[in-house]
């Protein structure tokens, strides 16, 4: 695919998070004999700065784990408020940041079944930290990555694809025929998200606040685009459903949109509060006239079982074509600390991820 954004954009896949506390609770094992593997280190919260890059021991799989090599890692916004001590779930000091990631299996410990070394894999969650050469996942954290999508493409997948999934169907519970406003279309749940709702027959709204994250929003599958810094975009958006409103809106920026876009709802219309980054206030009516339903979730809190099947759906996506995971950026592991400022800015284009 053409770069619509600047950099190397190109079209892959993604995985998911449960990371922090298993990092927390089980630890990791390190192996003496290699001390030679780069990783991302923080050894106390706060700006960008702080994350060092660092020589460690190799690390060594215990039982029901796998060891992967990473070649590329996803990097999500979480990661700067986990960094910034500023998250509900924290790790103990020092750790490796970042949540998702894909490489090759490089070996397994005791009783893993599913999986063997040498495969191609993409996670979303770790025991260790993505931000690294190597990491330790859960043998569940892991996934097959289609030979189509490279390492790069596949680091993109986990938090955004399983984020999309998780909120478009398990918590609105979108049907073939609706209408979705993707509310923050040029990112990584927002690209993830304009393409699953595409896939399953939805129609598509998105927004951006650059003309090329438009442009990548209608590339991959939106059917009208809008400019969320634009005034009066909204009445546009309402304007193109017919008068009617949207039925679900998948809502990135909520401190900022949510009062506006619960009067862009159709009747029986459901909210996904997705992203916020502080307080809103909403006219409670605009909500009650329409029947509608305001629903919250982070990731960490979902089942296995939701898990389970949000990650089958994917797989499906990503074998059968429709799932294209969006990488804007790549940079090296080093630079990790120019990543995390990118990734807080405008102008989002798909995921930036890090080169280990
Ligand atoms: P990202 O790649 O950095 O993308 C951010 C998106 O927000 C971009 O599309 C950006 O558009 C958009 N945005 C900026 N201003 C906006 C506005 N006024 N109205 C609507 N959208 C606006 O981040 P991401 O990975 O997609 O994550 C999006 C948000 O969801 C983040 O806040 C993240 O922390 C959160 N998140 C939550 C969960 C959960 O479990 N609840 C999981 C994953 C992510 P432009 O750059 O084009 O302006």
Redesign the pocket.
Known sequence: MESVCGGNLTVGSNPT?SAINSRRKEGHHESSRHPAMKAIRVHEFGGPEVLRLETVPDLQPGPGQVLVRVRAAGV???DT?IRAGQYARMPALPFTPGVDGAGVIESIGAGVAAIAAGERVYFGGTQSGAYAGQALCAEGQVHRLPDRIDFPEGAAIG??Y??AW??LFQRARALPGESVL???????????AVQIAKAAGLSVLG????A???EL?GLHGARHVFD??AAGYLDAVVAATGGRGVDVVL???AN??LGKVLKALAPGGRVV?????GTVEIDPRDAMSRDASIL??????ASATDLAALYAGLGAGLDNGTLRPVV?RRLPLEQAALAHRA??????????VLLP
Do not use: D, Q
Not at 296 to 301: H, Q, R
């Open positions: 998070l999500n916004p979480v408020y938090v955004p399983a984020t998780r909120a993707v509310h923050g279309a040029s990112g990584g749940v927002g690209l993830a927004t951006a606040g650059s090329k994250g438009r929003a969320h810094g809502e990135m920026l900022r949109n509060l997705i992203g916020s980054r919250g979730f982070v990731l960490w809190n804007g990734v807080l800015e405008p102008g989002a284009c798909g995921r930036i």
